[in-house]
């Protein structure tokens, strides 16, 4: 715990809820350099969690249930059925209760205000940080398709691996993005930054980055890690890769991965654990889950397959 400007003591959100009774975490994903992410699924039934003096903000989406919340705050009180995909945001120190009435699942993303800040000195006009407006069981589709995106990681965090470096400061970026564009109060992006469209990298650029990713194919390859091969802010990167090639770095490094494995499993008999390791996946079930939803197969039916028409000449 850490004291704030006024003395009040805060606390972390991922505690506040853990000590809920009714409150169970059923999966988490610890992010990356710095923990610059933490997400975390949880389930609930009958809980109750005052949320005032967290030292995060919480941005929660139902995933299972139909249990009724009640969010009492500053004298109010509103009941809500989130539907499945719904998107709620608690900020850090609103004073708030609320109550679940019933059983149901969700997945959680804890915001620091420190991310917020760091963004908002380099894309925000006006020199404010962004306050995200409170949220209770809206429609957002970017958003609910962003948690969809974290399933994943989840599976991939109940084998005890690290959540991949490239997806998680990245994952960070886009959702900062998206909720100071879409959801913040009084937040102005600067042109220069965010809503003017990117310029593409220069092709000397785009093939360093390109050789960077493939030196380094098995190892950890982080958004800053790229960003410093181009020599720009991460934000400016982002979008610059993307209007050059049409994906985003960890859908582009994925790929990569993927046709490396492809090219190892046609030409040798290494194990597919040892080919997940040196094309940078973190486990065999992690390249297995990332090559079916590509391909359409295993790994093995793969090799299987590309075998074939060698053993019939």
């Known amino acids: ?41 949880w389930q609930f039934e009958r809980a109750q969690i005052a949320t005032a003096n967290l030292s995060e903000g919480v941005l929660i989406c139902r995933t299972v249930g139909t249990a009724s919340v009640t969010r009492t705050s500053r004298g109010t009180t509103i009941r809500r059925r989130p539907a499945i995909g719904s998107i709620s945001y608690v900020s850090p120190d609103t004073p708030a209760v609320w109550s679940v009435d019933g059983r149901c699942e969700t997945c959680h993303v804890y915001l620091r205000p420190e991310r917020l800040r760091r963004f908002a000195a380099q894309h925000v006009g006006g020199g404010s940080a962004p306050v995200i407006e409170d949220l209770f069981a809206v429609e957002d589709p970017w958003l ?15 084998e005890g691996a690290a959540a991949d470096e490239l997806f998680v400061s990245q994952a960070e970026q886009l959702l900062i993005q998206h909720l100071v564009q879409r959801h913040a109060y009084g937040a102005r992006l600067a042109e220069t930054q965010v809503m003017r469209r990117a310029h593409p990298l220069s092709p000397a650029t785009l093939r360093r980055i390109e050789e960077f990713i493939e030196a380094n194919l098995a190892d950890e390859i982080a958004l800053c890690d790229l960003a ?17 090639s049409g994906v985003t770095p960890y859908q582009y490094v994925l790929k990569c991965r993927l046709h490396r494995a492809c090219d190892m499993l046609r030409s040798s008999c290494i194990p597919v654990a040892y080919v997940a390791k040196a094309c940078g996946f ?8 990332k090559f079916h939803a590509s391909l359409g197969t295993s790994p093995s039916l793969y090799r299987a397959r590309s075998e074939r028409p060698a053993r019939m000449h």
């Open 228 to 244: 410093g091969v181009a020599c720009m802010s991460i934000g400016h990167f982002l979008r610059a890769f993307r209007a050059s």
């Open 144 to 158: 609910k398709g962003y948690f969809q995106m974290l399933q994943s990681e989840f599976e991939l965090r109940r």
């Open 282 to 289: 973190k486990t065999a079930s992690h390249l297995s889950s």
């Open 1 to 41: 715990m850490s004291r704030d400007d006024v003395g009040a003591i805060r606390c972390s959100a991922i505690d506040a809820f853990a000590s809920v009774p009714g409150a169970t975490r059923i999966g988490a994903i610890v992010g990356g350099r710095d923990d610059r992410l933490f997400a975390a699924r």
